[in-house]
């Protein structure tokens, strides 16, 4: 029932780069707005980065420059490549699609930033 797995989390130093992805089952169509959110330790849910299925992206003000999404459609995937990495972007990464008959959420996985 799993149809939105990310991978790519891990533990890395301050100024390092890490590369998430999102992939969607194939049952998954006509997907409009694929997107990240991350929620940190005793923080709320945030938006950090999303893409229209035209290419038009928007990022949070504090990733913006370091962070970049991209999809590929191909592949029903999406990714969120994180450069210049700080302490304040640990938190569990979530992905979500939007598309015409519903969202999906994936269950998450955890960037941690420490030296």
């Known amino acids: 029932q799993v149809q939105l797995v990310e991978s790519g989390g891990g533990l890395v130093q301050p100024g390092g780069s890490l590369r998430l992805s999102c992939a969607a089952s194939?049952?998954?169509?006509?997907?409009?707005?694929m997107g990240w959110y991350r929620q940190a330790p005793g923080k709320q849910r945030e938006l950090v980065a999303t893409?229209?299925?035209?290419?038009?992206?928007n990022y949070a003000d504090s990733v913006k420059g370091r962070f970049i999404i991209s999809r590929d459609n191909a592949k029903n995937t999406a990714y969120l490549q994180m450069n210049s990495l700080k302490p304040g972007d640990t938190a569990v990464y979530y992905c979500n699609v939007e598309t015409f008959v519903g969202d999906y959420w994936g269950k998450g996985t955890l960037v941690t930033v420490s030296a």
């Open positions: 194939r049952s998954i169509f006509s997907i409009n707005r």
């Open positions: 893409i229209t299925s035209g290419g038009s992206t």
